[in-house]
Protein backbone atom coordinates (compact mmCIF):
# COMPACT_ATOMS: atom_id res chain seq x y z
CA UNK A 1 0.00 0.00 0.00
CA UNK A 2 3.07 1.77 0.95
CA UNK A 3 4.36 1.80 -2.64
CA UNK A 4 0.72 2.58 -4.04
CA UNK A 5 0.97 5.50 -2.21
CA UNK A 6 4.69 6.94 -3.07
CA UNK A 7 3.56 6.45 -6.44
CA UNK A 8 0.41 8.15 -6.66
CA UNK A 9 2.29 11.11 -5.30
CA UNK A 10 5.18 11.04 -7.85
CA UNK A 11 2.53 11.09 -10.60
CA UNK A 12 1.33 14.31 -8.71
CA UNK A 13 4.45 15.82 -7.87
CA UNK A 14 5.18 15.58 -11.63
CA UNK A 15 1.91 17.06 -12.47
CA UNK A 16 2.65 20.29 -10.19
CA UNK A 17 5.82 20.52 -12.41
CA UNK A 18 4.44 20.26 -15.42
CA UNK A 19 1.80 23.08 -14.88
CA UNK A 20 4.72 25.47 -13.65
CA UNK A 21 6.80 24.57 -17.19
CA UNK A 22 3.62 25.21 -18.64
CA UNK A 23 2.76 28.58 -17.23
CA UNK A 24 6.79 29.60 -17.93
CA UNK A 25 7.01 28.65 -21.14
CA UNK A 26 3.43 30.07 -21.69
CA UNK A 27 2.17 27.11 -23.39
CA UNK A 28 -1.26 27.20 -21.15
CA UNK A 29 -1.79 30.42 -22.26
CA UNK A 30 -1.34 29.59 -25.80
CA UNK A 31 -3.84 26.84 -25.51
CA UNK A 32 -6.16 29.32 -23.81
CA UNK A 33 -5.72 32.00 -26.67
CA UNK A 34 -6.85 29.59 -29.24
CA UNK A 35 -9.87 28.56 -27.14
CA UNK A 36 -8.43 25.53 -25.57
CA UNK A 37 -9.96 25.53 -21.85
CA UNK A 38 -7.67 22.56 -20.78
CA UNK A 39 -8.35 21.49 -17.32
CA UNK A 40 -4.84 19.65 -17.10
CA UNK A 41 -5.83 18.24 -13.34
CA UNK A 42 -8.85 16.62 -14.88
CA UNK A 43 -7.08 15.32 -18.27
CA UNK A 44 -3.98 14.15 -15.60
CA UNK A 45 -7.00 11.97 -13.86
CA UNK A 46 -8.59 10.63 -16.92
CA UNK A 47 -4.94 9.76 -18.36
CA UNK A 48 -4.14 8.05 -14.74
CA UNK A 49 -7.55 5.82 -14.87
CA UNK A 50 -6.53 4.85 -18.61
CA UNK A 51 -3.12 4.44 -18.04
CA UNK A 52 -3.13 2.06 -14.58
CA UNK A 53 -6.24 0.24 -15.29
CA UNK A 54 -4.30 -1.71 -18.05
CA UNK A 55 -1.51 -2.33 -15.54
CA UNK A 56 -3.17 -3.26 -12.43
CA UNK A 57 -5.89 -5.53 -14.38
CA UNK A 58 -2.44 -7.78 -15.93
CA UNK A 59 -1.17 -7.87 -12.23
CA UNK A 60 -4.23 -9.22 -10.60
CA UNK A 61 -4.54 -11.68 -13.66
CA UNK A 62 -1.13 -12.72 -13.98
CA UNK A 63 -0.68 -15.37 -12.04
CA UNK A 64 -4.29 -16.79 -13.33
CA UNK A 65 -2.89 -16.27 -17.21
CA UNK A 66 0.74 -17.72 -16.44
CA UNK A 67 -0.45 -20.88 -15.50
CA UNK A 68 -2.86 -21.11 -18.37
CA UNK A 69 -0.40 -19.64 -21.02
CA UNK A 70 2.36 -21.61 -19.93
CA UNK A 71 0.31 -25.08 -18.71
CA UNK A 72 1.79 -25.10 -15.33
CA UNK A 73 1.41 -27.75 -13.46
CA UNK A 74 1.47 -27.06 -10.01
CA UNK A 75 2.63 -29.24 -7.77
CA UNK A 76 0.21 -30.27 -4.49
CA UNK A 77 2.54 -30.40 -1.88
CA UNK A 78 0.43 -33.23 -0.32
CA UNK A 79 0.79 -35.07 -3.08
CA UNK A 80 4.00 -34.31 -5.24
CA UNK A 81 3.95 -36.72 -8.11
CA UNK A 82 8.30 -37.51 -8.31
CA UNK A 83 11.16 -36.89 -6.01
CA UNK A 84 12.35 -34.11 -8.52
CA UNK A 85 8.89 -32.42 -7.26
CA UNK A 86 9.28 -33.30 -3.55
CA UNK A 87 12.61 -31.50 -4.03
CA UNK A 88 11.78 -28.42 -6.13
CA UNK A 89 9.03 -27.35 -3.39
CA UNK A 90 10.85 -28.49 -0.28
CA UNK A 91 13.65 -25.77 -1.48
CA UNK A 92 10.97 -23.20 -2.53
CA UNK A 93 9.71 -23.96 0.91
CA UNK A 94 13.01 -23.06 2.74
CA UNK A 95 14.09 -19.77 0.51
CA UNK A 96 10.72 -18.58 1.08
CA UNK A 97 11.15 -18.74 4.79
CA UNK A 98 14.57 -17.14 4.37
CA UNK A 99 13.39 -14.41 2.32
CA UNK A 100 10.38 -13.65 4.88
CA UNK A 101 6.99 -14.10 2.39
CA UNK A 102 4.65 -16.31 2.28
CA UNK A 103 4.66 -19.83 0.49
CA UNK A 104 4.31 -19.21 -2.97
CA UNK A 105 2.95 -22.09 -5.50
CA UNK A 106 5.47 -24.14 -7.08
CA UNK A 107 4.93 -25.66 -10.56
CA UNK A 108 6.51 -27.25 -14.16
CA UNK A 109 6.03 -26.23 -17.16
CA UNK A 110 6.84 -28.30 -20.60
CA UNK A 111 9.40 -26.09 -22.41
CA UNK A 112 12.71 -26.81 -24.43
CA UNK A 113 13.92 -23.19 -23.15
CA UNK A 114 16.05 -23.23 -20.10
CA UNK A 115 13.74 -20.92 -17.76
CA UNK A 116 12.10 -20.02 -15.16
CA UNK A 117 9.16 -16.95 -13.56
CA UNK A 118 7.80 -15.61 -10.32
CA UNK A 119 4.34 -13.74 -10.86
CA UNK A 120 1.52 -13.30 -8.65
CA UNK A 121 0.11 -9.51 -7.86
CA UNK A 122 0.89 -10.16 -3.72
CA UNK A 123 4.60 -11.29 -2.47
CA UNK A 124 2.67 -13.92 -0.07
CA UNK A 125 0.58 -15.54 -3.04
CA UNK A 126 3.13 -15.84 -5.62
CA UNK A 127 3.71 -18.62 -8.33
CA UNK A 128 7.42 -19.87 -9.42
CA UNK A 129 7.77 -22.17 -11.94
CA UNK A 130 10.34 -24.05 -13.97
CA UNK A 131 10.86 -25.29 -17.02
CA UNK A 132 11.86 -29.11 -17.70
CA UNK A 133 14.27 -27.99 -20.16
CA UNK A 134 16.02 -25.81 -17.21
CA UNK A 135 15.88 -29.20 -15.07
CA UNK A 136 17.37 -31.17 -17.64
CA UNK A 137 20.32 -28.88 -18.11
CA UNK A 138 21.14 -27.92 -15.00
CA UNK A 139 22.44 -29.38 -11.80
CA UNK A 140 20.66 -28.81 -8.34
CA UNK A 141 22.43 -26.55 -6.84
CA UNK A 142 22.34 -24.29 -9.87
CA UNK A 143 18.55 -24.95 -10.29
CA UNK A 144 18.85 -24.10 -6.47
CA UNK A 145 20.24 -21.00 -7.52
CA UNK A 146 17.37 -20.08 -9.85
CA UNK A 147 14.93 -20.52 -7.82
CA UNK A 148 16.31 -17.99 -5.04
CA UNK A 149 16.78 -15.55 -8.09
CA UNK A 150 12.97 -16.09 -8.62
CA UNK A 151 12.24 -15.59 -5.06
CA UNK A 152 14.16 -12.83 -4.35
CA UNK A 153 11.65 -11.08 -7.24
CA UNK A 154 8.93 -11.96 -5.24
CA UNK A 155 10.56 -11.01 -1.83
CA UNK A 156 11.44 -7.67 -3.71
CA UNK A 157 7.80 -7.11 -5.02
CA UNK A 158 9.07 -6.77 -7.98
CA UNK A 159 5.19 -7.52 -9.75
CA UNK A 160 3.88 -4.80 -8.29
CA UNK A 161 7.01 -2.03 -8.55
CA UNK A 162 6.96 -2.87 -12.79
CA UNK A 163 2.97 -2.42 -12.96
CA UNK A 164 3.20 0.63 -10.96
CA UNK A 165 6.15 1.75 -13.60
CA UNK A 166 3.99 0.47 -16.24
CA UNK A 167 1.18 2.81 -15.01
CA UNK A 168 3.11 5.75 -14.42
CA UNK A 169 4.55 5.91 -17.73
CA UNK A 170 1.46 5.02 -19.84
CA UNK A 171 -0.42 7.64 -17.60
CA UNK A 172 2.09 10.26 -19.05
CA UNK A 173 2.34 8.64 -22.51
CA UNK A 174 -1.70 9.42 -22.80
CA UNK A 175 -1.37 12.75 -20.94
CA UNK A 176 1.20 14.05 -23.36
CA UNK A 177 -0.30 12.88 -26.41
CA UNK A 178 -3.52 14.59 -26.01
CA UNK A 179 -1.64 17.83 -25.43
CA UNK A 180 0.11 17.60 -28.24
CA UNK A 181 -3.07 16.64 -30.15
CA UNK A 182 -4.65 19.83 -29.00
CA UNK A 183 -1.62 21.86 -29.40
CA UNK A 184 -1.87 21.00 -33.46
CA UNK A 185 -5.60 21.33 -34.00
CA UNK A 186 -5.92 24.47 -32.39
CA UNK A 187 -2.46 26.48 -32.37
CA UNK A 188 -0.81 25.31 -35.56
CA UNK A 189 -4.07 24.40 -37.57
CA UNK A 190 -6.26 27.15 -35.87
CA UNK A 191 -9.48 24.56 -36.11
CA UNK A 192 -11.92 25.94 -34.05
CA UNK A 193 -15.07 23.53 -33.99
CA UNK A 194 -14.70 20.68 -31.36
CA UNK A 195 -11.72 18.09 -32.74
CA UNK A 196 -10.48 17.85 -35.95
CA UNK A 197 -8.29 15.48 -38.08
CA UNK A 198 -5.37 17.09 -36.45
CA UNK A 199 -6.17 16.53 -33.18
CA UNK A 200 -6.30 12.85 -34.00
CA UNK A 201 -3.76 12.19 -35.95
CA UNK A 202 -1.09 14.12 -34.17
CA UNK A 203 -2.03 12.45 -30.48
CA UNK A 204 -2.18 8.81 -32.17
CA UNK A 205 1.36 9.66 -33.19
CA UNK A 206 2.40 11.20 -29.91
CA UNK A 207 1.15 8.26 -28.31
CA UNK A 208 2.95 5.98 -30.70
CA UNK A 209 6.19 7.62 -30.74
CA UNK A 210 6.13 8.50 -26.60
CA UNK A 211 5.35 4.70 -26.03
CA UNK A 212 8.36 3.79 -27.68
CA UNK A 213 10.59 5.80 -25.30
CA UNK A 214 8.22 4.92 -22.82
CA UNK A 215 9.25 1.26 -22.95
CA UNK A 216 12.93 1.66 -22.98
CA UNK A 217 12.27 3.59 -19.48
CA UNK A 218 10.26 0.53 -18.57
CA UNK A 219 13.14 -1.99 -19.44
CA UNK A 220 16.20 0.00 -17.85
CA UNK A 221 14.23 -0.11 -14.25
CA UNK A 222 13.81 -3.96 -15.51
CA UNK A 223 17.18 -4.44 -16.24
CA UNK A 224 18.04 -2.80 -12.74
CA UNK A 225 15.79 -5.10 -11.00
CA UNK A 226 17.24 -8.52 -12.69
CA UNK A 227 20.95 -7.46 -11.09
CA UNK A 228 18.89 -7.02 -7.31
CA UNK A 229 17.52 -10.55 -7.80
CA UNK A 230 20.54 -12.02 -8.81
CA UNK A 231 22.36 -10.95 -5.67
CA UNK A 232 19.64 -11.82 -3.63
CA UNK A 233 19.88 -15.21 -5.30
CA UNK A 234 23.42 -15.06 -4.26
CA UNK A 235 22.66 -14.91 -0.76
CA UNK A 236 20.13 -17.72 -0.80
CA UNK A 237 21.89 -19.80 -2.49
CA UNK A 238 25.60 -19.06 -2.58
CA UNK A 239 27.08 -17.15 -4.93
CA UNK A 240 29.00 -19.29 -6.46
CA UNK A 241 25.84 -21.36 -7.48
CA UNK A 242 24.33 -18.14 -8.41
CA UNK A 243 27.33 -17.26 -11.27
CA UNK A 244 27.39 -21.39 -12.33
CA UNK A 245 23.40 -20.99 -13.35
CA UNK A 246 24.20 -17.61 -15.13
CA UNK A 247 27.49 -19.45 -16.65
CA UNK A 248 24.62 -22.92 -17.79
CA UNK A 249 22.13 -20.15 -19.26
CA UNK A 250 24.84 -18.67 -21.07
CA UNK A 251 25.75 -21.80 -23.06
CA UNK A 252 22.56 -23.31 -23.69
CA UNK A 253 20.23 -20.24 -23.76
CA UNK A 254 18.67 -18.54 -26.86
CA UNK A 255 15.40 -16.20 -27.13
CA UNK A 256 13.36 -16.68 -24.57
CA UNK A 257 10.13 -18.52 -24.65
CA UNK A 258 8.16 -16.72 -22.17
CA UNK A 259 4.63 -14.76 -23.21
CA UNK A 260 5.63 -11.11 -23.10
CA UNK A 261 3.33 -10.21 -20.28
CA UNK A 262 5.89 -12.77 -17.66
CA UNK A 263 8.87 -12.02 -19.71
CA UNK A 264 10.09 -9.70 -17.43
CA UNK A 265 10.25 -12.00 -14.43
CA UNK A 266 11.85 -15.24 -16.45
CA UNK A 267 15.21 -15.83 -15.51
CA UNK A 268 16.45 -14.60 -18.84
CA UNK A 269 15.23 -12.67 -21.89
CA UNK A 270 16.26 -12.18 -25.26
CA UNK A 271 19.57 -10.98 -26.46
CA UNK A 272 20.79 -7.87 -27.28
CA UNK A 273 22.23 -6.28 -30.68
CA UNK A 274 20.08 -3.43 -32.04
CA UNK A 275 17.43 -4.60 -29.33
CA UNK A 276 19.52 -3.17 -26.13
CA UNK A 277 17.23 -0.44 -25.14
CA UNK A 278 13.77 -2.61 -25.24
CA UNK A 279 15.57 -5.77 -23.39
CA UNK A 280 14.11 -6.60 -20.09
CA UNK A 281 17.13 -8.94 -19.24
CA UNK A 282 20.84 -7.51 -19.07
CA UNK A 283 23.29 -9.65 -21.14
CA UNK A 284 24.19 -12.33 -19.18
CA UNK A 285 28.01 -11.89 -18.99
CA UNK A 286 27.56 -8.24 -17.19
CA UNK A 287 25.39 -9.77 -14.99
CA UNK A 288 28.00 -12.44 -13.79
CA UNK A 289 30.57 -9.39 -13.98
CA UNK A 290 28.36 -8.12 -11.49
CA UNK A 291 28.01 -11.09 -9.16
CA UNK A 292 31.89 -11.17 -9.87
CA UNK A 293 32.58 -8.04 -8.23
CA UNK A 294 29.78 -7.85 -5.44
CA UNK A 295 30.50 -7.84 -1.93
CA UNK A 296 28.20 -11.25 -1.12
CA UNK A 297 30.52 -13.64 0.82
CA UNK A 298 29.10 -16.86 0.34
Avoid: C
Avoid at 41 to 58: D, P, R, Y
Avoid at 188 to 201: A, P
Avoid at 243 to 264: D, H, M, N, Y
Amino acid sequence: MLRILLFLLTNVAIMVVISIVFQVLGIEGMLMENGVDLNLQALLVMSAIIGFSGSFISLLMSKWLAKRGMRVQVIDPQNPQNDAERWLYSTVQRQAQQANIGMPEVGVFDSADPNAFATGANKNKALVAVSTGLLRSMRKEEVEAVLAHEVSHVANGDMVTMALIQGVVNTFVVFLSRLVGFFVDRVILKNERGLGIGYFISSIVAQIVLGILATTIVMWFSRRREYRADAGGAQLAGRGNMIAALRRLQQGAGESELPEQIAAFGIHGSKGGLKALFMSHPPLEQRIAALESSPISR
